[in-house]
């Protein structure tokens, strides 16, 4: 399978017409038809449903689409790495980040990176845990910042020595919103929303102790802003770390800290045994430095 007929197959998918994807493509629209046709023989199923005006991905379409694009991205992010690393310092650092407090610790490392070497470039990828863990395993993206508990056998770390407190959102006028910290007895026969994390469920599940049977989770969410969303229209109080929702309007949602706290660390994280560009090496020798001094 050749990578200039894969480009091809992606065009094609997201035009959706043959005609368009061949004028982007700078081809013949029988010549791509051909090629198309052949990536169908090689890989012995049909990839698109062909109609007048349309090609519309099979199922097996759909699966190639997906890979196909990952490793589009990763032969463009080796091009990059090739052609960009001459030893100087001006190459491109991907990082992956949840949302946390220590991604402010992160921007002031890129901040002070960037003013030291002003060539190089970052690319911030925002996700979850998982999806961070997954682009970091496959090599599409340099560094990761993992909330823990996380296993990290297989990373290089570097603890950022940020106090991620956990706290709880819930709507301004709510009765619990007069008090300064929120306990587990408070959530009796509440609606709770949690993260979607099975570490970070069970670290919840201790928090609640004797009252985690009589706590009511109706909802999982992955992502701390579609959680606050879910509050501000009723479906329950959500439980989140404090610094994932920098940006409430306090007259309509407001967080309290939990009691007794319940609190994570962060690390900055990369596959072990990664070869990686002189920008990131710096970046990571700087992370180390600037951190040395500040916990000092």
């Not at 960009?84 to 402010?104: K, P």
């Not at 030291?116 to 970052?122: E, G, L, S």
Request: charged fraction near 25%; proline fraction near 4%.
């Amino acid at each position: 399978m050749e990578l200039r007929v894969l480009r091809y197959f992606l065009v094609t998918a997201r035009e959706k017409n043959i005609t368009r994807a061949a004028d982007i493509l700078h081809i013949t629209q029988p010549t791509l038809s051909r090629q198309l046709a052949q990536l169908e023989e090689e890989l012995g199923v049909p990839l698109f449903e062909r109609g007048p005006h349309k090609f519309v991905l099979t199922t097996h379409g759909e699966i190639l689409l997906r890979r196909a694009g990952e490793i589009a991205e990763l032969v463009s992010i080796t091009e990059k790495e090739v052609t960009e690393d001459d030893g100087a310092v001006n190459g491109t650092i991907s990082i992956a980040a949840g949302e946390v407090e220590s991604v402010h610790l992160l921007a002031e490392l890129m901040k002070g990176f960037k003013a030291k070497y002003p060539a190089v470039k970052f690319e911030l990828y925002a996700g979850n845990a998982a999806l961070i863990g997954e682009r970091v395993d496959r090599g599409l993206t340099d560094l990761a910042l993992f909330l823990e508990p996380v296993d990290l056998d297989k990373y290089d770390f570097i603890r950022l020595g940020v106090k991620e407190r956990y706290a709880i959102l819930l709507p301004a006028g709510d009765e619990l919103a007069q008090k300064d910290a929120v306990t587990a007895a408070d959530l009796v026969g509440k609606s709770i929303i949690v993260p979607w994390r099975a570490t970070v469920k069970n670290e919840l599940k201790n928090w609640f102790g004797s009252y985690a049977r009589r706590i009511k989770i109706v909802l999982q969410c992955n992502m701390s802003t579609n959680a606050t969303i879910m509050v501000q229209h009723g479906l329950g109080y959500s439980i989140n770390i404090e610094g994932s929702t920098p940006y409430l309007d306090p007259a309509v949602i407001v967080k309290r800290p939990l009691e007794p706290e319940l609190s994570a660390n962060t690390v900055l994280a990369w596959k072990k045994h990664q070869p990686f560009n002189t920008a990131v090496k710096r970046f990571i020798e700087y992370a180390r430095q600037q951190l040395a001094a500040k916990n000092k």
